[in-house]
């Protein structure tokens, strides 16, 4: 199956924002960010089984945009992840994509996005 990208429907942008600042502990990913508006964004991802960073356009695919956030539906890594066991396959994760197109690509395999204020 070919993987598809969904917009990821949250009140954020990654459009031409700072490279974002990565925390990664007992499961969770912080991610921390300015917008184009030189807002300061909060995300934090729950129960994270894989992330990655791609400085550049090295992750970028051109069936999406490279200023954009995605659920990848389909994902051939989230796929990988359920055939070696790091994941059961009655775990709700999603492979969120968030595309920083000033910076590079966000990659993450979780269960849940929170934005925090």
């Known amino acids: 199956m070919e993987s598809l990208y969904e917009l990821l429907q949250e009140p ?34 729950h129960d994270v089984v894989g992330f990655s960073w791609d400085d550049g356009d090295a992750a970028v695919d ?5 200023d954009a956030s995605y659920i990848v539906v389909g994902s051939e890594w989230l796929q990988r992840h359920r055939a070696v066991g790091a994941l059961p396959p009655q775990e709700q994760h999603h492979h ?3 595309c920083f ?17």
Do not use: M
């Not at 990664?24 to 991802?45: A, P, S």
């Not at 051109?62 to 490279?66: A, E, M, V």
């Open 12 to 45: 954020f942008s990654t459009a031409d924002a700072a490279r974002p600042v990565l925390g990664f502990e007992r499961g969770e990913l912080r991610v921390t960010f300015q917008d184009w508006r030189e807002q300061t964004v909060r995300l934090l991802f």
């Open 62 to 66: 051109p069936r999406h945009r490279d």
């Open 96 to 98: 969120f994509k968030l």
């Open 101 to 117: 197109n000033a910076a590079g690509v966000l990659q993450v395999l979780a269960a849940g996005l929170e934005i925090l204020a």
